[in-house]
């Protein structure tokens, strides 16, 4: 059994959050006009770009650029996509600031087509990402972000809500994907969103989770030592990833105190 560790280094973070005004529509420069509805909007300026992304989502919705329906592409919940665009401005359907989201534009294929951002999470390459190679296979951990209004906003706090899964990519095992994660006593304390089960990495203003040390055992298993920051002090806990039924899941061992 072949055992290697790498350290990283723990970056920290902190930060407060206010309520902000509620809204039914927030432009990008945070300029307030209230509209009924999103159908107000007659075009939708996107940005290009050219990434890939996760859909995460029970009911996810295909839309054309006059966002009417295509089709429903629920089952292609925890799919890798294109992302080939992003809405201008922000917009919400609702008068909660925290539903606010981009709209994304993704191919899927050969369709292209329009998807409420809160379903799509964005590969960010960021400080929490890690790298290791282990007799030549390469195991990448990437985090994710998804395109609604989260904690922080044009370097304004905001205080809302973000969900932050992350992605394994494991070239021996030819697997791109979410970390299902197996409910515990342990999960209960370190997890704050029971609605997607998937292992997620911190990076907000109440905590800052990083990958401290790797052990590989085997093929199939990894575990995980990770650091949390939090506003009130700091803590360890340990996560095992198993690859198994041509998925990986996670499940925690520990959880500091």
């Not at 093929?219 to 009130?232: F, G, K, P």
Request: charged share 20%; proline share 1%.
């Amino acid at each position: 059994m072949k055992t290697i560790f790498i350290i990283l280094t723990v970056l920290y973070t902190s930060a407060c959050s206010y309520t902000s005004k509620q809204q039914d529509k927030v432009q990008s420069d945070y300029n307030y006009n209230r509209v009924s509805t999103i159908d107000y909007i007659d075009i939708i300026q996107y940005k290009a770009i050219n990434e890939q992304a996760v859909l995460i989502g029970e009911e996810i919705k295909l839309l054309d650029e006059n966002l009417n329906l295509v089709r429903n592409i629920s089952a292609l919940n925890g799919k890798i996509i294109s992302l080939i665009g992003i809405s201008d401005s922000l917009f919400n359907t609702s008068n909660d600031i925290c539903n606010a989201f981009w709209y994304a534009k993704i191919q899927i294929n050969d369709t292209i087509g329009v998807v409420n951002g809160r379903q799509v999470f964005r590969i960010e390459h960021s400080s929490q990402d890690t790298n290791i190679t282990v007799n030549g296979n390469l195991i990448q951990i990437l985090t994710t972000n998804f395109l609604g209004i989260g904690v922080e906003y044009n370097g304004d706090l905001v205080g809302c809500p973000a969900y932050q899964p992350v992605l394994i990519k494991d070239k021996k095992h030819n697997y791109f994907g979410l970390i299902d994660l197996i409910q515990s006593e342990y999960s209960k304390e370190v997890t704050r969103n029971s609605q997607y089960p998937y292992f997620e990495l911190w990076n907000d203003d109440g905590a800052y989770d990083k990958i401290e040390t790797i052990t590989v055992e085997d093929d199939t298993n990894i575990r995980l030592l990770i650091h949390r920051t939090l506003q009130e002090g700091e803590t360890t806990y340990e996560v095992h990833l198993k690859y198994i039924n041509d998925k990986y899941i996670a499940k925690y061992l520990n959880f500091g105190r």
